[in-house]
């Protein structure tokens, strides 16, 4: 597809990456876009780049504009290989006379790329450049979710481009947020937010005042993944801020691998509990759900129960990996408990239950739920009732 006007003399010049799956270990099961965008004006500017072996996608984009020599100027908002993995290559096809990038951002580039001798212009919030008719104000959002972040604001157009903020990994053929099916955009940034930016929520609180208080007039946002919010940027400010304050509904997931199906089973029946309580609930074998689509669930979700079988006196593999995962993430404000089957040790729920504890969960059971081997009526009969114990739990405070 050919380069796309966002706004006028501004166009995305980005790459779409139809075949990746796996970015840093999110299922990115629909592809992801890298954008980046070029501003024609007095001073051409280029504001952000690709992953590496996109740049050429890139360029064939921006020479249907320019000339790649006439390009000026370049913004970095990021460092992180999937927007600058082209730096070098982009600094030496444009030899552009200044490069805007916050502190955190030089030293992240001198970090990588070891290219001291670079036209460096560091910038902080408050700053900013004209390109001619156009300017370009720079707000650091350190820790969101890098050091170096930052977002570029353009308030002739109304435009922030907001690097990974209000992202999504969606590769389709649409540019824009009205092009697509609202629900299904929703969902991509809903796991976008889960996966990359959960843990600094306090941080995204305190950068959503900021932004108020710094009263932008945005009409448009563009982020470096996905769509381009056109006709409802307020839509995603709004998710942004319900999403950091960790808002639950009655909902809970009922997380579980299992060997010989013991640990299944007690998950159905917790699940059955849950669901006679009437909360919404959602089973979620980790032999069928990756680790990314069940953060993305949990982002909602006020009810969290775990369960794992004893292997070799400890977690069955892939729950180590969930938990490993989740507590990374830090989720807050949940209520659950820890279950699981066992032949003899049965260290694992005990495991599950610490790991409960560290993220601050609210357990509703003094010790973790075991059964030895395989689970008779009256188990199940308890694991039901655990699973109506959680729902009630649930619905006093939510
Ligand atoms: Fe899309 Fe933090 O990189």
């Known amino acids: 597809?050919?380069?796309?006007?966002?706004?006028?003399?501004?166009?995305?010049?980005?790459?779409?990456?139809?075949?990746?799956?796996?970015?840093h270990g999110y299922s990115t099961y629909k592809g992801t876009t890298y954008n980046a965008f070029l501003i024609k004006d007095a001073k051409v500017t280029l504001v952000d780049t690709v992953k590496a072996p996109f740049f050429?996608?890139?360029?064939?984009?921006?020479?249907?504009?320019?000339?790649?020599?006439?390009?000026?100027?370049?913004?970095?908002?990021?460092?992180?290989?999937?927007?600058?993995g082209s730096f070098l290559q982009a600094v030496e096809t444009f030899k552009p006379k200044k490069i805007f990038c916050s502190e955190m951002g030089k030293k992240a580039l001198l970090q990588h790329f070891h290219s001291i001798d670079l036209p460096y212009e560091v910038v902080r919030t408050g700053d900013?450049?004209?390109?001619?008719?156009?300017?370009?104000?720079?707000?650091e959002t350190r820790m969101l979710h890098w050091p170096d972040s930052m977002f570029t604001y353009i308030p002739e157009d109304k435009l922030l481009i907001s690097s990974d903020a209000f992202g999504q990994h969606w590769a389709t053929s649409a540019r824009f947020d009205d092009e697509v099916p609202s629900d299904e955009l929703m969902y991509h940034a809903a796991k976008?937010?889960?996966?990359?930016?959960?843990?600094?929520?306090?941080?995204?609180?305190k950068l959503l005042t900021k932004v108020k208080e710094l009263n932008l007039d945005i009409d448009m946002i563009a982020p470096d993944h996905g769509l381009i919010w056109r006709k409802s940027p307020g839509k995603i400010i709004e998710a942004y801020d319900r999403w950091s304050r960790q808002e639950a509904k009655r909902k809970a997931i009922v997380v579980y691998d299992t060997m010989w199906h013991s640990t299944e089973k007690m998950a159905n029946a917790i699940?059955?509990?849950?669901?006679?309580?009437?909360?919404?609930?959602?089973?979620?074998?980790?032999?069928?759900?990756?680790?990314?689509?069940?953060?993305?669930?949990?982002?909602?979700?006020?009810?969290?129960?775990?369960?794992?079988?004893?292997?070799n006196n400890?977690?069955?593999p892939t729950v180590a990996d969930i938990l490993t995962y989740m507590k990374g993430l830090k989720p807050l404000g949940k209520i659950g408990f820890a279950f699981g089957s066992y032949g003899w040790s049965g260290e694992a729920a005990g495991i599950i239950s610490q790991y409960?504890?560290?993220?601050?969960?609210?357990?509703i059971i003094d010790?973790?739920?075991?059964?030895?081997?395989?689970?008779?009526?009256?188990?199940?009969?308890?694991?039901?009732?655990?699973?109506r114990k959680l729902g009630e739990r649930i619905k006093e405070v939510v």
């Not at 032999?287 to 004893?310: C, N, Q």
């Not at 739920?369 to 039901?384: G, M, S, T």
């Open 1 to 23: 597809m050919k380069a796309v006007e966002i706004k006028p003399d501004i166009y995305w010049v980005g790459a779409i990456d139809w075949k990746i799956r796996d970015f």
């Open 128 to 139: 900013y450049v004209s390109t001619g008719k156009k300017t370009l104000h720079f707000i």
């Open 56 to 84: 050429n996608q890139m360029i064939h984009h921006i020479k249907e504009i320019v000339e790649p020599y006439e390009v000026d100027y370049m913004v970095v908002n990021h460092v992180e290989m999937d927007h600058s």
């Open 367 to 387: 010790q973790p739920f075991r059964i030895q081997y395989v689970p008779d009526h009256e188990a199940l009969k308890k694991c039901y009732e655990l699973g």
């Open 192 to 205: 976008y937010y889960a996966n990359i930016l959960l843990l600094y929520s306090p941080l995204v609180q």
């Open 356 to 363: 409960l504890s560290d993220m601050k969960v609210e357990q």
């Open 271 to 311: 699940s059955d509990g849950l669901i006679d309580e009437g909360i919404e609930t959602l089973p979620m074998s980790l032999k069928v759900y990756h680790r990314s689509d069940i953060i993305t669930e949990l982002l909602d979700s006020k009810g969290l129960a775990i369960g794992s079988p004893t292997l």
């Open 314 to 316: 400890g977690l069955f």
